[in-house]
């Protein structure tokens, strides 16, 4: 009983940390269209390094900035981008905010109604425990958990669904001192964290 109150406690104050993190990100996000295509992005009050992205609607990376300041302001010309559907996405250390776009007769509409929020799952190692947790806000969401070892042989398989906090403890005590690896996907991202033993 007393365990269970100490993982408790602990799991409370890191969402409480996951959640004020995840708030910084929220307000510190400003997008300002100048031109047809050419926009001002302005980011502040930023305490950790954020990835700045460029993606077309197939995921494919198109630019990508990492912004390691406190207050960040430029303007981007999307000349360079053809007719289609885009995102914005801001990878800061907790989640990712993804903001639509698409070039519709060489004008820029962003289109920030539609915006998607998608909150990275956390994995710390203590021992011999591999602790995976996620802030989901929708219970029918689901985290897909696989565990491979360094020959790429699948040790573990879970997906995870129906819980607003998801948690899940690997026990690694009877596996030989090596590199692992655990791959979550979630809401179409894919996280891989690598862990040594």
Do not use: C
């Not at 992205?53 to 197939?58: C, L, M, Q, S, V």
């Not at 710390?124 to 969401?141: A, C, G, P, R, Y």
């Amino acid at each position: 009983m007393k365990n269970l109150m100490k993982r408790s406690i602990v799991l409370v104050a890191l969402m409480v940390g996951f959640l004020s993190n995840a708030e910084n990100l929220n307000s510190a996000i400003k997008l300002s269209k100048i031109e047809s295509k050419l926009v001002n992005l302005t980011l502040s009050q930023l305490s950790d390094n954020v990835n700045f992205e460029i993606t077309d609607e197939e995921g494919v990376s198109l630019y990508t900035e990492l912004v390691n300041a406190t207050r960040f302001s430029k303007n981007y010309n999307f000349e360079f981008l053809s007719n289609g559907n885009y995102f914005l996405e801001f990878h800061g250390e907790t989640k990712i905010r993804k903001i639509p776009f698409k070039i519709v007769n060489e004008e820029l509409v962003i289109l920030e109604e539609e915006e998607k929020v998608i909150y990275k799952p956390s994995v710390t190692v203590d021992q011999d425990m591999v602790n995976i947790t996620l802030l989901s806000l929708n219970k029918e969401d689901s985290l897909d958990i696989k565990f491979y070892d360094s020959y790429d042989r699948l040790l573990y398989s879970e997906l995870v669904t129906g819980e607003n906090i998801i948690g899940k403890r690997i026990n690694t005590g009877e596996l030989l001192k090596g590199e692992y690896s655990v791959i979550l996907k979630y809401k179409g991202e894919t996280f891989i964290e690598e862990i040594k033993k």
